[in-house]
């Protein structure tokens, strides 16, 4: 009887251990990119037919759609964008020389900030993004969480190729501090998008209206 009662008991105590490490393991887990679609799927997108390439771009402005962050980039000026990069023909096409730049309705010229600014800027909120004149790097104000850094750099936007007939997709992060309504009016232009022969193809250009417009899901 009482090798029955311990092992009752026992069971009891790894059922209790299980029901605490699940709520655990939801609440620790890794932050996950959402799927992409293929881009002329999305509202702001692009399409060349006959070079057979989309590009899109889908704003994360709404806290509906942020919270996939743990991070609030909005509260520090920061805008995500999910961008979307479609290559339907049969040879594989070179990011490795493109440029992406937001024109916003009142012609301000915006371009994705790469990480060590994202990071500095989310450490010290009063930081500049622009390239530093100070040779030594101040110490972060703030130090940044590391499921904040997993979150970004699982997060960004890094294909250099795009193979054929695949979707490659991550985020581009934009300073739209101080700007009051950065999407309406504004559009996103792609230059140096390559063919696999190293032939640039036309630029491409992103309706931010478009998505603005859009029925919301």
Known sequence: MQHSSLRLSCSLILCVCALLVVPLAVASKSFVKPEAKSADRYPAHDSHSDEKVAIAADPYDRPEKAKIFSVDFAAHGFLPVFFIV?????????????????????????????????????????????????????????????????????????????????????????????ISSPLRGSSIE?????????????????SLDKYLNAPTP
């Open 86 to 178: 479609t290559n339907n023909g049969d040879k594989p096409i070179s990011l490795a020389n493109m440029q992406i730049e937001v024109i916003t309705g009142n012609r301000a010229k915006l371009t994705p900030i790469g990480a060590e600014d994202l990071y500095r800027r989310l450490s010290n909120p009063q930081a500049h993004t622009g390239p530093s004149t100070i040779p030594i790097p101040l110490p972060h104000k703030k130090p940044i969480s590391e499921k904040a850094v997993e979150e970004i750099e699982s997060s960004r936007f890094a294909a250099r190729a795009v193979e054929p007939h695949t979707t490659q997709s991550g985020f581009l992060f934009f300073d739209v501090g101080g």
């Open 190 to 206: 792609i230059t140096g998008v390559a063919d696999a022969r190293g032939n640039e193809l036309l630029y491409f250009e992103l």
